[in-house]
């Protein structure tokens, strides 16, 4: 039976809702600005390359890497409201500091890359979030807050871009300040107002948020962190130790997730490109849709889990989500025999651009045109001939490239939902800061190598490598949960305190 006033039930999921908002404007602060950083990035710099844009991109998850252990520690010990407050500070400076990075007269893309690593590290209080939630929910509970929370974290990756669009409306030159040097564009206006949200959100968590935890059952508990009388205090539900070997494989698994999951936003554009000869607008814009609906796609199956999880349990559910994480990549594998169409091969001795045998050669002043970086008239679409597989490699249809969206559409936001809510189960009463912090801090690394994996062996190996490669990754994955499979229960159900 559960122990608990009507008070204080209230008070516990408000402060449930105030980190199920600070979840949304963390993926938010990610979000905002990633379709605009390219261009902002050559107006402010043009010494900065594709390259150094890839170090802005990944700074964030470096910055998150680093933070979530420290902020985790740091929960452990103080109230969490101390490092949420102070992890929100930062990210609204970072912002504030991006939208300034055109003040400088030299080295702008190094601030720019500063500003992006330090909203990454205000982003690691996701680690402080989850452990609170983890902690003030009953075991009943824990499924529907974890699918929440993670619901709020894809909203707000969705709705990031959306923002963006609406703020492309002030223009490029936009409005001038000058007694404080700031420039309000469709570059700054959208961090701005993402510094705005974090400081309603400082105001909420002081306002609203107070600490709670509850046991497994749902009762009422004292604070293992540091709260007056409170200090240190722990009841008798947290003696025993923690499986470190079922904590292990869990971090393991969510890296694979969080890794297949970054090789899939990344490689969409290129492989689109190469497969179906659409151009950079068309691959940013029809990509942008398809991310989208796989978005709201993965919004609903957070909904859905919650019930699901109650009848076939977590684990389970967390079993399939891999098998259709599987599928979808193994339908990406090239069948057939149908050659993508080739790009026009680039000679660098100025010699007239060569194309397939199949098309007709395109008038001198036109190959000219499509050479000038400036002028551009004609953009070379298809597969680039650099890129040796071209030539020998099966197109992926676009019927399997749509399913394969579909598919890990819905067992990405699945087997996450899972991951989180396992392992607090398996944490228990002990103090989670730490462990969610290296859980985010995996997550981040996944997201860094991911893409780093990806481009390598795609560009030089092609497709069938690439994929066969994940395909070989989920199954190893599927393979250690079958290993822990009877270990992923519950810290109470292990000490005979629950049945399962």
């Excluded at 605009?36 to 150094?52: E, G, R």
């Excluded at 998850?61 to 979530?68: D, K, L, N, T, W």
């Excluded at 890794?259 to 969409?268: D, S, Y």
């Excluded at 597969?383 to 019927?399: D, E, F, G, H, R």
Aim: proline share 4%; glycine share 8%.
């Amino acid at each position: 039976e559960v122990v608990e006033t009507q008070e204080h039930y209230k008070s516990r999921w408000r402060s449930i809702w105030i980190m199920y908002l600070t979840m949304f404007l963390s993926s938010v602060g990610f979000s905002i600005v990633i379709m605009s950083v390219w261009p902002y990035l050559q107006k402010i710099d043009p010494t900065a390359d594709a390259s150094f844009l890839g170090w802005i991109i990944a700074s964030y998850s470096i910055g998150q890497m680093v933070a979530s252990p420290l902020f985790g520690l740091w929960s452990n010990y103080r109230p969490r409201r101390e490092p949420l407050v102070v992890s929100t500070a930062i990210s609204v400076a970072a912002n504030c500091l991006y939208a300034y990075v055109h003040v400088p007269h030299s080295h702008n893309k190094y601030y720019m890359l500063t500003a992006r690593a330090l909203v990454g590290f205000g982003a690691g209080n996701v680690a402080v979030v989850r452990s609170y939630i983890a902690g003030a929910t009953s075991l009943k509970e824990r499924t529907s807050a974890m699918a929440n929370t993670s619901a709020c974290q894809a909203v707000g990756f969705i709705l990031g871009p959306v923002f963006q669009t609406c703020f492309t409306l002030i223009g490029e030159e936009g409005i001038t300040w000058k007694l404080v040097h700031l420039q309000l564009n469709m570059y700054t206006a959208p961090v701005l107002f993402g510094a705005l949200l974090g400081v309603i959100n400082i105001i909420l968590i002081f306002a609203i948020f107070r600490e709670h935890r509850v046991d497994d059952m749902g009762r009422q508990s004292k604070s293992i962190n540091f709260e007056g009388e409170e200090s240190g205090v722990l009841d008798q539900d947290a003696e025993g130790n923690v499986d470190h070997v079922a904590v292990v494989a869990i971090n393991v698994l969510f890296f694979v997730i969080l890794f297949v999951f970054a090789v899939f936003e990344t490689i969409a554009t290129p492989l689109t490109m190469d497969m179906y000869s659409w151009t950079r607008k068309e691959a940013v814009f029809y990509n942008g849709i398809i991310l989208s609906v796989v978005g709201i796609e993965s919004v609903m199956v957070f909904m859905v889990v919650k019930t699901l999880s109650k009848r076939t349990g977590d684990r389970a559910i967390l079993h399939a989500g891999l098998l259709i994480v599987l599928v979808g990549f193994f339908i990406l594998l090239p069948w057939g025999k149908k050659l993508p169409n080739i790009q026009w091969e680039e000679i660098k001795n100025n010699s007239i651009p060569r194309t397939t045998s199949t098309e007709m050669l395109m008038p001198f002043w036109s190959l000219q045109a499509m050479q000038l970086p400036s002028n551009q008239t004609v953009e070379p679409v298809g597969c680039p001939v650099t890129q040796s597989w071209c030539l020998n490699t099966p197109m992926i249809y676009l019927a399997q490239y749509i399913s394969s969206d579909v598919l890990i559409g819905l067992g990405y936001p699945v087997c996450n939902v899972m991951s989180y809510t396992l392992y607090s189960k398996i944490l228990g009463p002990k103090p989670q800061g730490v462990y969610m912090g290296w859980l985010t801090a995996s997550g981040s690394g996944a997201r860094i190598l991911g893409p780093v994996f990806v481009s390598q062996i795609y560009t030089h190996l092609g497709p069938r490598w690439a994929f066969s490669l994940i395909c070989g990754v989920v199954v190893v994955s599927l393979l250690l949960l079958e290993i822990v499979y009877k270990r992923l229960i519950a810290f109470s159900v292990r000490y005979g305190r629950m049945q399962e």
